[in-house]
C-alpha cells in the first residue's frame, strides 16, 4: 500500500527526514516512536503534502501511484487521512457543514452520489456515538472550544466520517486522561480491516497497551534506527531513548 | 513554482465580474453637465409639484457651498461633476400597465440578472421594484400589496399619487443638506423606491428593490423613503449591479426610514455595483446615505448588508433612536478585493430612554485592497439607560491589503453601558491545510471560512438573499489566501 523508499526531508534548507525506508500492507498497524523532535510530525506532513516540506531525495508509492505527485486532496480522496497532532480551530464553520463537505467531496471524486441531508446526520449520529463524541460537539464549529481530549476525538470522528485506506495518527494520544486514551484505542482498533493500514505516531508505550502494533519503529534523529515486533516498545518504555544514542553512534 | 492558492488567486481575480454585460436599450437622457436649468428640467421630465422643485433647488444650492468629505480613509480621484449625465431613463411609455409595454430588451436584462418582473415566475414571494438607470422600470405583486393598503412604487409614481406622504417624510431623516452626496441626491434623484406600510399591517411578502445602472457616463441617484405606521412590520431587500466599463460611475443614493411606535423596519442590501478590474481601472463610486429614524416608541430598525463590490464604498447606515425603548441594529459583511476601497459602518445615536443598539461589523480584506470600518456610538444627554454592543473584526487574505478600524464614542448620559470588542485574524494557512486534508480543496476551503466567519451577518439576511450573499462572497475572495 505504502512505500518510502530513501527520503530526504528539509524544511527551510535544515535536513529533518534522512534517509527513511518503511513499507506499510493492508491490514497492518504500525507504530512510530521516537522522541520529540526526531521527526515524526514531518513524517505524517510529508504523507499529506504539507507545502513546506521539501523533499529532496527519495520516493513514495502509495497503492502504485506516486503520492508525492499528488495535491493533499487528492490524497485524502484517495482514502489518506492525518489525524493531527495539533488539530487547528475554524470559528463559524460549524462540525455538520465541515464534514458533509468533506464526505461529499469525496464521494464526488469517486463517483458516487452526495450523500442525503437524513443520511449524512444518520452518519455522523452513528459515527459520533462510535467514538463517543458528545452530539453537542458536533454541532459546534470545527474545533471551537474543544478541549484537549475532545479535539483528539474529533480527529478519530472524523476518520470514522471518512473510512480512510490508510490513517495516520500524529500523537493522537497525548494529553488524553485514561478514558480518552481508551476511547481513541477501541475507535483505532474497530476501524482496523483486512484492507486499511494504520500508522500510530507516539512518543509513550501507553497507548500500545491498548492498541496492539504490528510493527515498532524508532525514529531517532531523522532516521529509523530500529524495527520490530510490540515488544521493542517495551524495551523503550524501560530503558527511555537515551540508549539509542550508543546504539546509533556504534 | 506556483503554489495553489497562488493559481486560485490568479484564475478568480482574473475571472469576469459576472453581472458586467450592457444591454442595448434606448435611453433618453439629458445632455452632461449640472445646473440649476438641468434641475429644472428634471424636475418638468417627472412632472412634479412645486414643493419637490423647491427641495431640489434648495439641495442644490447647499450643494454648490460643500466639499467632498475628507475623512474617511480612501483615496478619491477628483471628480468632474460636469462630466456626468444626470438623468437617463429607458424609454418605454410613461407608465407601462401591463409588461407588454415594457421594452422586452429592458425585461431580459433583469432576466438575465436573475430577476424576472412576471408575476407568475415570481414564486418566492418577492415584490420587485426594479430601478434602470435611476428610472423605476416596474413594480411587481402592487395589487397584492394594495388590499392590506401597502403602498410599494416608484418614488416618482409616490410624488404623483400620494404627495402628501412624500412632502410630510422627505428629507426629515436625511436633510437635503446633510452632506454633500445627499446634498447631490436631493437635487438631481430622478427615481427610486418608496414604501408606506399602514398602521397595524405586517407586510406578507419581502419587497426588493433591484438598481441596475445602465447607461454609460452616467449618474446614478435613486432615493428611497419607506415609512412603518404604528405598529406595522416590513423586510425589504436592496440589490445592485452595473455593466463593466473602464471609466468611473457615480452612484449616489440616499435611503430614508421612518419607523414610528412598535413598528420594525428590516432592510438587507447585498451590493455588488462592478467593482472594477483587477488593476482598478473602472468601477463604481458608491457613496451612499442610508439613515432610519425610529420615532416611535418601542420601534425598531435594522440595516444588514454585504458589501462585495463597487471601486469606493463610502456607507453608513445609521439610526436615530429618538423613541424611548427603540432598538437599532447594523450587521454588516464588507469585501474588498484588488484595489477596492471600502470605509463603511454606522452611526447609532441614541436619544430615547432605554434605547438600545448592536453593531456587527466583519470586514474582509484581500488582494491590495483597503478596508475600514468607521463606527459613531452617540449617547444623548437624556437617554437614560442607554445599551450599545459593538463587534468589529477583520479578516486579512495576504499582506498587501489593509483593514482598519475607527470606533467613535460621545457619551453625554453615565448611565450608558457601552460594550466594544474588536479583533484582526488572518485565514491561516493551517485552516486551509486541514480542509485539504479532509479533501476539501483551496476554493471551497476559504468560501467555509469566510462564510463561517461572516455567519452571524448572514444568518440576518432573508433566505433567499443569504444564499446569494454566501455564493457571491465565495466568489469574491476564492484563492485571495498568498
Ligand atoms: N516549520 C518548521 N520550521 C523549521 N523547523 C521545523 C519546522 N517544523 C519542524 N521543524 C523542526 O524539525 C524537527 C522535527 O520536528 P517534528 O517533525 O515536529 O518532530 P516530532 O514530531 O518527532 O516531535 C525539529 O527539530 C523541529 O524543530
Ligand atoms: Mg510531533
Same mark, same amino acid.
Request: proline share 3%; with cysteine; glycine share 8%.
Given at each position: 500500500?505504502l512505500?518510502?523508499?530513501?527520503?530526504?526531508?528539509?524544511?527551510?534548507d535544515?535536513?529533518?527526514?534522512?534517509?527513511?525506508?518503511?513499507?506499510?500492507?493492508?491490514?497492518?498497524?504500525?507504530?512510530?516512536?521516537?522522541?520529540?523532535?526526531?521527526?515524526?510530525?514531518?513524517?505524517?506532513s510529508?504523507?499529506?503534502?504539507?507545502?513546506?516540506v521539501?523533499?529532496?531525495?527519495?520516493?513514495?508509492?502509495?497503492?502504485?501511484?506516486?503520492?508525492?505527485?499528488?495535491?493533499?486532496?487528492?490524497?485524502?480522496?484517495?482514502?489518506?487521512?492525518?489525524?493531527?497532532?495539533?488539530?487547528?480551530?475554524?470559528?463559524?464553520?460549524?462540525?455538520v457543514?465541515?464534514?458533509?463537505?468533506?464526505v461529499?467531496?469525496?464521494?464526488?471524486?469517486?463517483?458516487?452520489?452526495?450523500?442525503?441531508?437524513?443520511?449524512?446526520?444518520?452518519?455522523?449520529?452513528?459515527?459520533?456515538?462510535?467514538?463517543?463524541?458528545?452530539?453537542?460537539?458536533?454541532?459546534?464549529?470545527?474545533?471551537?472550544?474543544?478541549?484537549?481530549?475532545?479535539?483528539?476525538?474529533?480527529?478519530?470522528?472524523?476518520?470514522?466520517?471518512?473510512?480512510?485506506?490508510?490513517?495516520?495518527?500524529?500523537?493522537?494520544?497525548?494529553?488524553?486522561?485514561?478514558?480518552?486514551?481508551?476511547?481513541?484505542?477501541?475507535?483505532?482498533?474497530?476501524?482496523?480491516?483486512?484492507?486499511?493500514?494504520?500508522?500510530?505516531?507516539?512518543?509513550?508505550?501507553?497507548?500500545?497497551?491498548?492498541?496492539?502494533?504490528?510493527?515498532?519503529?524508532?525514529?531517532?534523529?531523522?532516521?529509523?534506527?530500529?524495527?520490530?515486533?510490540?515488544?521493542?516498545?517495551?524495551?523503550?518504555e524501560?530503558?527511555?531513548?537515551?540508549?539509542?544514542?550508543?546504539?546509533?553512534?556504534? | 513554482?506556483?503554489n495553489?492558492?497562488?493559481?486560485?488567486?490568479?484564475?478568480?481575480?482574473?475571472?469576469?465580474?459576472?453581472f458586467?454585460?450592457t444591454?442595448?436599450?434606448?435611453?433618453?437622457?439629458?445632455?452632461k453637465?449640472?445646473?440649476?436649468?438641468?434641475?429644472?428640467?428634471?424636475?418638468?421630465?417627472?412632472?412634479e409639484?412645486?414643493?419637490?422643485?423647491?427641495f431640489?433647488?434648495?439641495?442644490?444650492?447647499?450643494?454648490?457651498?460643500?466639499?467632498?468629505?475628507?475623512?474617511?480613509?480612501?483615496?478619491?480621484?477628483?471628480?468632474d461633476?460636469?462630466?456626468?449625465?444626470?438623468?437617463?431613463?429607458?424609454?418605454?411609455?410613461?407608465?407601462?400597465?401591463?409588461?407588454?409595454?415594457?421594452?422586452?430588451?429592458?425585461l431580459?436584462?433583469?432576466?438575465?440578472?436573475?430577476?424576472?418582473l412576471?408575476?407568475?415566475?415570481?414564486?418566492?414571494?418577492?415584490?420587485?421594484?426594479a430601478?434602470?438607470?435611476?428610472?423605476?422600470?416596474?413594480?411587481?405583486?402592487?395589487?397584492?400589496?394594495?388590499?392590506?393598503?401597502?403602498?410599494?412604487?416608484?418614488?416618482?409614481?409616490?410624488?404623483?399619487?400620494?404627495?402628501?406622504?412624500?412632502?410630510?417624510?422627505?428629507?426629515?431623516?436625511?436633510p437635503?443638506?446633510d452632506?454633500?452626496?445627499?446634498?447631490?441626491?436631493?437635487?438631481?434623484?430622478?427615481?427610486?423606491?418608496?414604501?408606506?406600510?399602514?398602521?397595524?399591517?405586517?407586510?406578507?411578502?419581502?419587497?426588493?428593490?433591484?438598481?441596475?445602472?445602465?447607461?454609460?457616463?452616467?449618474?446614478?441617484?435613486?432615493?428611497?423613503?419607506?415609512?412603518?405606521?404604528?405598529?406595522?412590520y416590513?423586510?425589504?431587500?436592496?440589490?445592485?449591479?452595473?455593466?463593466?466599463?473602464?471609466?468611473?460611475?457615480?452612484?449616489?443614493?440616499?435611503?430614508?426610514? *421612518? +419607523?414610528?411606535? @412598535?413598528?420594525e423596519?428590516?432592510?438587507? #442590501?447585498?451590493?455588488?455595483?462592478?467593482?472594477?478590474? /483587477? $488593476?482598478? &481601472?473602472?468601477?463604481?463610486?458608491?457613496?451612499?446615505?442610508?439613515?432610519?429614524?425610529?420615532?416611535?416608541?418601542?420601534?425598531?430598525?435594522?440595516?444588514?448588508?454585504?458589501?462585495?463590490?463597487?471601486?469606493?464604498?463610502?456607507?453608513?447606515?445609521?439610526?436615530?433612536?429618538?423613541?424611548?425603548?427603540?432598538?437599532?441594529?447594523?450587521?454588516? *459583511? +464588507?469585501?474588498? @478585493?484588488?484595489?477596492?476601497?471600502?470605509? #463603511?459602518?454606522?452611526?447609532?445615536?441614541?436619544?430615547? /430612554? $432605554?434605547? &438600545?443598539?448592536?453593531?456587527?461589523?466583519?470586514?474582509?480584506?484581500?488582494?491590495?485592497?483597503?478596508?475600514?470600518?468607521?463606527?459613531?456610538?452617540?449617547?444623548?444627554?437624556?437617554?437614560?439607560?442607554?445599551?450599545?454592543?459593538?463587534?468589529?473584526?477583520?479578516l486579512?487574505?495576504?499582506?498587501?491589503?489593509?483593514?482598519?478600524?475607527?470606533?467613535?464614542?460621545?457619551?453625554?448620559?453615565k448611565?450608558?453601558?457601552?460594550?466594544?470588542?474588536?479583533?484582526?485574524?488572518?485565514?491561516?494557512?493551517?485552516?486551509?491545510?486541514?480542509?485539504?486534508?479532509?479533501?476539501?480543496?483551496?476554493?471551497?476551503?476559504?468560501?467555509?471560512?469566510?462564510?463561517?466567519?461572516?455567519?452571524?451577518?448572514?444568518?440576518?439576511?432573508p433566505?433567499?438573499?443569504?444564499?446569494?450573499?454566501?455564493?457571491?462572497?465565495?466568489?469574491?475572495?476564492?484563492?485571495?489566501?498568498?
Amino acid at each position: 500500500m505504502l512505500k518510502i523508499k530513501e527520503l530526504y526531508v528539509t524544511i527551510n534548507d535544515q535536513e529533518i527526514l534522512k534517509g527513511i525506508n518503511l513499507e506499510v500492507n493492508p491490514g497492518e498497524l504500525h507504530a512510530i516512536m521516537g522522541p520529540n523532535g526526531s521527526g515524526k510530525s514531518t513524517l505524517a506532513s510529508v504523507l499529506a503534502g504539507r507545502e513546506e516540506v521539501n523533499v529532496t531525495s527519495g520516493s513514495i508509492e502509495y497503492n502504485g501511484e506516486d503520492l508525492l505527485e499528488m495535491d493533499p486532496e487528492e490524497r485524502a480522496h484517495k482514502g489518506v487521512f492525518l489525524g493531527f497532532q495539533y488539530p487547528v480551530e475554524i470559528p463559524g464553520v460549524s462540525m455538520v457543514n465541515f464534514m458533509k463537505t468533506a464526505v461529499n467531496e469525496q464521494r464526488k471524486q469517486r463517483g458516487m452520489e452526495e450523500l442525503s441531508a437524513s443520511d449524512f446526520l444518520k452518519l455522523m449520529r452513528e459515527k459520533s456515538e462510535f467514538v463517543g463524541l458528545k452530539n453537542n460537539l458536533t454541532n459546534r464549529a470545527v474545533n471551537e472550544g474543544f478541549s484537549g481530549g475532545e479535539k483528539k476525538r474529533n480527529e478519530i470522528f472524523q476518520m470514522a466520517m471518512l473510512d480512510p485506506a490508510l490513517s495516520i495518527l500524529d500523537e493522537t494520544d497525548s494529553g488524553l486522561d485514561i478514558d480518552a486514551l481508551k476511547a481513541v484505542a477501541n475507535g483505532v482498533n474497530k476501524l482496523k480491516r483486512k484492507d486499511n493500514a494504520t500508522v500510530v505516531i507516539t512518543h509513550y508505550q501507553r497507548l500500545l497497551d491498548y492498541i496492539i502494533p504490528d510493527f515498532v519503529h524508532v525514529l531517532y534523529k531523522g532516521k529509523i534506527v530500529k524495527s520490530s515486533d510490540k515488544s521493542l516498545a517495551l524495551e523503550l518504555e524501560e530503558k527511555g531513548y537515551d540508549w539509542l544514542e550508543k546504539e546509533v553512534e556504534v | 513554482m506556483m503554489n495553489d492558492q497562488d493559481k486560485v488567486l490568479k484564475e478568480v481575480t482574473q475571472s469576469d465580474y459576472k453581472f458586467g454585460f450592457t444591454s442595448n436599450i434606448e435611453t433618453e437622457s439629458l445632455p452632461k453637465g449640472l445646473n440649476e436649468e438641468v434641475i429644472r428640467l428634471i424636475s418638468e421630465k417627472k412632472n412634479e409639484p412645486e414643493f419637490m422643485l423647491e427641495f431640489r433647488l434648495k439641495a442644490y444650492r447647499n450643494w454648490l457651498k460643500m466639499k467632498t468629505p475628507q475623512w474617511a480613509h480612501l483615496k478619491i480621484p477628483e471628480i468632474d461633476y460636469q462630466d456626468i449625465i444626470y438623468y437617463a431613463a429607458p424609454k418605454q411609455k410613461a407608465k407601462p400597465s401591463s409588461l407588454d409595454e415594457v421594452d422586452p430588451e429592458l425585461l431580459d436584462t433583469f432576466n438575465r440578472l436573475g430577476i424576472p418582473l412576471e408575476e407568475q415566475k415570481h414564486l418566492s414571494g418577492v415584490a420587485v421594484d426594479a430601478v434602470l438607470d435611476s428610472t423605476s422600470v416596474k413594480t411587481t405583486f402592487k395589487e397584492t400589496l394594495a388590499e392590506k393598503g401597502i403602498i410599494f412604487c416608484s418614488f416618482a409614481e409616490a410624488v404623483q399619487e400620494h404627495p402628501d406622504l412624500v412632502k410630510k417624510y422627505m428629507g426629515t431623516v436625511v436633510p437635503a443638506g446633510d452632506n454633500y452626496f445627499a446634498a447631490l441626491n436631493s437635487a438631481v434623484f430622478s427615481d427610486g423606491s418608496f414604501c408606506y406600510i399602514p398602521k397595524g399591517v405586517r407586510c406578507p411578502m419581502e419587497l426588493s428593490t433591484y438598481f441596475r445602472i445602465n447607461a454609460a457616463n452616467t449618474g446614478q441617484f435613486e432615493r428611497t423613503l419607506i415609512i412603518a405606521e404604528d405598529d406595522s412590520y416590513v423586510s425589504y431587500l436592496e440589490g445592485c449591479t452595473a455593466p463593466m466599463r473602464d471609466e468611473n460611475q457615480l452612484h449616489a443614493a440616499v435611503v430614508e426610514i *421612518v +419607523a414610528l411606535e @412598535n413598528a420594525e423596519v428590516k432592510y438587507s #442590501t447585498v451590493q455588488n455595483w462592478y467593482p472594477g478590474d /483587477k $488593476n482598478g &481601472k473602472g468601477g463604481i463610486y458608491n457613496f451612499v446615505t442610508k439613515r432610519g429614524m425610529c420615532k416611535g416608541n418601542n420601534s425598531k430598525i435594522s440595516w444588514t448588508q454585504v458589501e462585495t463590490g463597487s471601486a469606493i464604498t463610502w456607507k453608513y447606515p445609521s439610526c436615530i433612536l429618538r423613541g424611548d425603548n427603540s432598538v437599532g441594529e447594523f450587521y454588516s *459583511v +464588507a469585501v474588498t @478585493n484588488n484595489h477596492q476601497q471600502a470605509d #463603511t459602518g454606522t452611526k447609532m445615536t441614541h436619544i430615547g /430612554k $432605554n434605547t &438600545k443598539s448592536t453593531i456587527i461589523s466583519k470586514g474582509i480584506s484581500a488582494g491590495q485592497s483597503n478596508n475600514s470600518y468607521r463606527g459613531l456610538v452617540k449617547v444623548m444627554k437624556n437617554a437614560e439607560n442607554a445599551r450599545n454592543f459593538s463587534q468589529c473584526d477583520s479578516l486579512l487574505m495576504g499582506d498587501k491589503c489593509g483593514a482598519h478600524t475607527f470606533p467613535y464614542l460621545e457619551i453625554d448620559n453615565k448611565s450608558a453601558i457601552i460594550e466594544h470588542e474588536a479583533t484582526t485574524s488572518k485565514i491561516g494557512e493551517d485552516q486551509i491545510f486541514y480542509c485539504n486534508q479532509r479533501g476539501i480543496d483551496t476554493e471551497a476551503a476559504i468560501g467555509l471560512i469566510v462564510n463561517g466567519y461572516a455567519k452571524e451577518v448572514l444568518n440576518k439576511l432573508p433566505m433567499e438573499f443569504a444564499v446569494e450573499a454566501q455564493k457571491l462572497l465565495q466568489i469574491t475572495l476564492e484563492g485571495s489566501v498568498g
